[in-house]
């Protein structure tokens, strides 16, 4: 009747948890869905409005805290001039004059007193020129100063793959970039690589590589915008790429642009580490629509001294669409490994170490030894290493109700649970007394020390009547700290006491092959229960037995 109430408790629970779990099982299914047709881009009209609308609320908002911030000064020799540039003209000399003037839509500067200047085309340093000899002239004074108040704005036409395109302001301090944030950013789809900008005056087409420009600082690949641009962003062909993985900063891939090479993949992967091994660098090149893939290896160990993004590499090498590149890292490179020491140690922290040549010791003294308050014979080492070793019994087991395992397995999982895996069983007296012992073994990257504070007391646990920790006395035996724990309690079973090492070494109290010191455990066990089925199913095969026995003696005296 029990187990039927248990089991009947256990169901409800079960759907009770089931109740609970099952509507956030289904939300988070949903949320997954959604998530997927964004990834996918397969989403509602409406809803894909109402994130573009967002994007480029952010984007528009974004560009107009940028709008006409410089990066730098100007430079007088580059900066063209245009129609809405103000400018201050100071002359100085038997008369004074201080005015501001803006070009007009003509391309002139009407100065009062001076005159009008034609500056159609001119660059900052050529007006200057022109406005010096025309005062010049006039006030007889070659104290004659110009300064930009300034910038105009004008017009870029902005057209492809972005979310608002169409006629956006900008300034001549303005890159393509900033005027495409300008239009909403770029769409989900958007090239980054084979951006074209359309000058009309002079007519040209430049080609706009913003990734370049993020990755290595190519300001040519991002160039400022002048009146009259017109921007045009083509979509992207996800097939036209090329990677890098491995050793490198920022493995991935990136849209192929013609006369991208081997160091333009790895600048766009940040550069290499001081642990990518570069003399044997693999390039993969896989034919379409075959299984057959060419591989070349390079090496560019030269480059790690002089890698640099604005310089041609000796040995670089050219790249197609669908090339991948391999960094594998040099082998047994250990710049990394280190152990932690914790505890009563007078340097307590991480150490580096070099696997193969440190040892138990070499950390010890590094961590200036053990404190008077420290406990060395209690010490523990713990190696990561052995916690993370595969246990596949163990796992199957984890999946397995335990009604279900046999007597092994359950004997199996118990000792299991309880062990302290990775737990290291060393001498640690034997180390300081002698380097040559071998306890003293080499240490392993993320191994962790730990030195106990000494423990001057001895703890009773189990069936006693007071349980907790008794004063450490060296005259005393084990029977002695069970009656200064009360005795022993109901139901106690004394001659199964254990006396438990910490570093987890057990002992029968009864056998006295063992010194009880500062820290052990004394436990106790309670008797063995004899459960009522067991007496009946024993007592009831015995009846049967004698029965059965009893049958036969009738049986043979007929």
């Known amino acids: 009747m029990e187990k039927i109430r248990f089991y009947s408790s256990l169901s409800f629970l079960s759907v009770l948890i089931l109740l609970i779990i099952l509507p956030f099982q289904l939300f988070s299914q949903e949320e997954e869905k959604e998530q997927n047709w964004l990834d996918n881009y397969n989403i509602s009209a409406s809803r894909k409005k109402q994130l573009d609308t967002l994007a480029i609320h952010r984007a528009q908002e974004l560009a107009k805290e940028s709008t006409g911030l410089q990066e730098k000064e100007i430079d007088p020799q580059k900066y063209i001039l245009g129609p809405g540039d103000e400018f201050i003209i100071m002359v100085l000399g038997a008369k004074t004059i201080e005015v501001e003037a803006a070009i007009s839509p003509e391309g002139k500067l009407l100065i009062p007193e001076i005159g009008t200047v034609n500056l159609k085309g001119k660059t900052l340093a050529e007006a200057d020129t022109l406005i010096r000899k025309q005062a010049a002239k006039i006030f007889k004074t070659n104290e004659v100063y110009l300064a930009l108040k300034k910038l105009r704005e004008f017009k870029v036409i902005v057209s492809g793959a972005v979310r608002k395109p169409g006629i956006v302001p900008a300034t001549a301090v303005d890159r393509v970039s900033e005027v495409i944030e300008k239009a909403g950013g770029l769409k989900y789809n958007s090239s980054v690589r084979k951006i074209t900008l359309y000058r009309t005056e002079p007519k040209n087409y430049i080609k706009v590589d913003l990734l370049k420009f993020y990755m290595t600082n190519d300001k040519e690949s991002n160039p400022t915008v002048i009146g009259g641009d017109q921007i045009i962003i083509p979509t992207s062909n996800i097939k036209e790429s090329i990677g890098i993985y491995g050793e490198i900063g920022s493995e991935g891939d990136f849209e192929f642009v013609e006369g991208d090479s081997l160091s333009t993949l790895i600048k766009f992967g940040q550069g290499f580490f001081e642990s990518s091994f570069l003399d044997s660098v693999e390039i993969a090149r896989f034919h379409p629509n075959t299984s057959y893939i060419d591989r070349w290896t390079v090496n560019i160990s030269s480059w790690r001294r002089i890698f640099d993004t604005t310089k041609s590499l000796e040995g670089d090498f050219p790249l197609q669409t669908g090339d991948r590149v391999f960094i594998r890292p040099?082998?047994?490179?250990?710049?990394?490994k280190m152990i932690a020491i914790t505890g009563?140690?007078?340097?307590?922290?991480?150490?580096?170490?070099?696997?193969?040549?440190?040892?138990?010791?070499?950390?010890?003294?590094?961590?200036?030894?053990?404190?008077?308050?420290?406990?060395?014979?209690?010490?523990?080492?713990?190696?990561?290493?052995?916690?993370?070793?595969?246990?596949?019994?163990?796992?199957?087991?984890?999946?397995?109700?335990?009604?279900?395992?046999?007597?092994?397995?359950?004997?199996?999982?118990?000792?299991?649970?309880?062990?302290?895996?990775?737990?290291?069983?060393l001498d640690f007296e034997k180390i300081k007394n002698n380097y040559q012992s071998d306890d003293n073994i080499l240490l392993m990257d993320r191994d962790s020390i730990f030195v106990p504070q000494k423990r001057n007391f001895v703890n009773i646990q189990g069936r006693v009547n007071n349980p907790g920790m008794v004063i450490y006395n060296k005259n005393y035996q084990w029977l002695d700290y069970i009656n200064l724990a009360g005795g022993f309690g109901f139901r106690a079973d004394d001659g199964e006491t254990l006396i438990v090492k910490p570093k987890g070494e057990q002992f029968l109290a009864e056998n006295m092959n063992y010194t009880i010191e500062p820290g052990d455990n004394i436990l106790v066990p309670p008797e063995a229960e004899v459960k009522f089925m067991d007496i009946l199913t024993t007592s009831l095969t015995i009846v049967t037995q004698l029965v059965t026995i009893i049958g036969v003696i009738i049986a043979l005296k007929r």
Not at 330 to 336: F, Y
Request: proline residues 3%; negative net charge; without cysteine.
């Open 344 to 425: 009563e140690v007078h340097y307590p922290g991480y150490y580096a170490i070099n696997q193969g040549e440190t040892k138990v010791s070499d950390i010890l003294d590094r961590a200036g030894g053990v404190t008077d308050n420290g406990s060395l014979e209690s010490a523990l080492m713990i190696r990561k290493a052995e916690i993370q070793k595969a246990d596949p019994q163990m796992e199957r087991l984890y999946r397995t109700p335990y009604s279900e395992m046999s007597e092994n397995e359950r004997r199996y999982f118990q000792a299991k649970i309880v062990e302290r895996k990775g737990l290291m069983a």
């Open 330 to 336: 040099i082998v047994d490179w250990n710049n990394d």
